[in-house]
């Protein structure tokens, strides 16, 4: 693994403009047949996990030592406007509900308390986790 997408290593992984269709990367010019996008991880899925690796930031093996996990345990407190909450809370949420069950994190939850600043236009809460 070389930290670039497996479509990296793909044979026929290139765009044939006049014949539109999928050919060799052996044939990419930059003129008629042009490399197709590796990147295919959306963002956010990076960046709703990227509180693990504050915990263990130089394993090279795992993202986090179960024994680092343990003791950090999650994020204290999150502080995000209205964006946040539809937006990276939600992925940030499953992806750490999904570690959770295959034990790969202790928490149920990645944030002890979250704090929603901004486009508030009434009452506001902390809202607090309880593991």
Known sequence: NNGNSPLTQAKFWAWDK???KIVSTSLINSKKILPLETNTMPSWAGSSWYYLRYMDPNNK???VKKKKETYWK????????IEHATGHLIYARFWHKFL???NFVSSEEPFKKILNK??????SAIIYCNN
Not at 74 to 81: F, K, S
């Open 18 to 20: 006049k014949k539109k």
């Open 61 to 63: 093996y795992f993202f």
């Open 74 to 81: 999650y994020v204290d407190l999150y502080i995000g406007g």
């Open 100 to 102: 959770k069950d295959y």
């Open 118 to 123: 901004g486009m508030i236009l009434g009452n």
